[in-house]
């Protein structure tokens, strides 16, 4: 593997609104007026409360009692270094906690202080939120003792019944920079395109690829080549963007395959410049189009499309090549 310095992270956010339901909606609810439900299921009472049997799936009648709000630990763990995704930015315990009145217990963070002050069997009470939105999250822990807490100003209920909860699932990945693609990027800042030589199969490859795919040979500066600006359309795609956290786009934009002349490589997903998505065919001439030389360019450690100084493709004015083997050209 080629000697990765240094990684480039990325965040992917969908967010998501669901409806809660009967019981859930019910549940949250109640939450934003510092009581907790649970259901009844037989002789015992669920909480959180489910709508189904968990033994037999059976749907449950909609009996909600209140639970709580102290509970005893049943079983705890200590979390002595949280992350981002824990409910608390200090060391706390997660605990199984049965609310008096309920059959099950509930996992919540208990906000102890130290290890030392936790045990099975102890009691607890939640730290309630002062403004409450009919979410789980209400609670902003438990704590020891018995007498439920409210943090700052008491905001009072939720005037109307919780129906809808929002949700954003993310996912954050870092992705290793190969050198090569950093010495590409910069090269772009001179208005070259460089690719890269193998001497082992004789192919050109281009992306600041960081190794031959073919012979695992890994690239460096001594098999750097400038490319030709020039190049044919081989494959394209129309994105119509839709609404998301971070989306930038708001009209149709067109992603393109450009397979550069003199060499076996193909650049995918190229922007394209000052032509209108419906012109956008296979076999069109298209040259690079470059930032100005002074423009601050965009590092994206080689993720997706065009890179550094290299803003997209734009139509040369030659005439198209006819080739029904082009639209097999994606690598
Ligand atoms: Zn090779």
């Known amino acids: 593997m080629p000697h990765v310095v240094r990684f480039v992270e990325n965040t992917i956010t969908f967010p998501y609104v669901r409806s809660l339901g009967p019981v859930t909606g019910a549940f949250m609810t109640a939450l934003t007026d510092k009581r907790i439900l649970g259901i009844r299921n037989g002789d015992a009472v669920l909480c959180p409360p489910m709508e189904w049997d968990p033994a037999t799936g059976a ?7 209140e639970v709580g709000p102290a509970g005893t630990v049943e079983s705890w763990t ?30 919540y963070a208990v ?10 069997g102890m009691r607890v009470a939640p730290r309630w939120k002062g403004e409450r939105i009919g979410h789980l999250t209400d609670i902003v ?21 919780v129906e809808l909860m929002d949700y954003l699932a993310s996912i954050t990945y870092r992705n290793p920079v190969p050198p090569t693609s950093d010495l590409v990027v910069e090269a772009s800042r001179e208005h070259r395109l460089v690719g890269f030589l193998c001497p082992e199969c004789g192919k050109t490859y281009i992306g600041g690829r960081g190794v031959c795919p073919i012979d695992s040979l890994e690239f460096g500066a001594e098999h750097a080549i400038d490319l030709p600006h ?73 993720m997706g499309g065009a890179y ?18 082009l639209v097999n050209r994606i690598f």
Do not use: C
């Not at 749907?59 to 009692?65: K, T």
């Not at 979390?79 to 996992?107: N, Y």
């Not at 822990?141 to 018995?146: K, M, R, T, Y």
């Not at 934009?253 to 410049?273: E, K, M, N, W």
């Open 230 to 302: 020039t190049g044919t359309l081989t494959n394209h795609v129309v994105i119509t963007p839709v609404p998301y956290p971070g989306q930038t786009e708001t009209e149709p934009f067109g992603r393109v395959f450009i397979a550069l002349d003199g060499s076996d490589a193909t650049l995918g997903y190229q922007p394209i410049v000052d032509m209108s998505v419906d012109d956008i065919r296979v076999g069109m001439r298209m040259k690079a189009v470059w930032a100005p030389a002074d423009e601050a360019v965009e590092d994206g450690g080689g």
């Open 308 to 325: 550094g100084a290299l803003i997209g493709w734009t139509p040369s004015g030659e005439p198209d090549v006819d080739d029904p083997d």
């Open 59 to 65: 749907e449950l009648p909609h009996d909600l009692v």
């Open 111 to 120: 906000d102890a202080g130290s290890p030392d002050a936790m045990s099975e």
């Open 78 to 107: 200590w979390v002595p270094e949280p992350t981002l995704q824990h409910p608390l930015d200090h060391p706390f315990a997660f605990a199984f906690i049965r609310l008096d009145g309920a059959s099950t217990p509930l996992l």
């Open 141 to 161: 822990a438990f704590v020891p003792g018995e007498e439920p807490e409210v943090d700052g100003e008491d905001l009072g209920p939720a005037s109307e019944p």
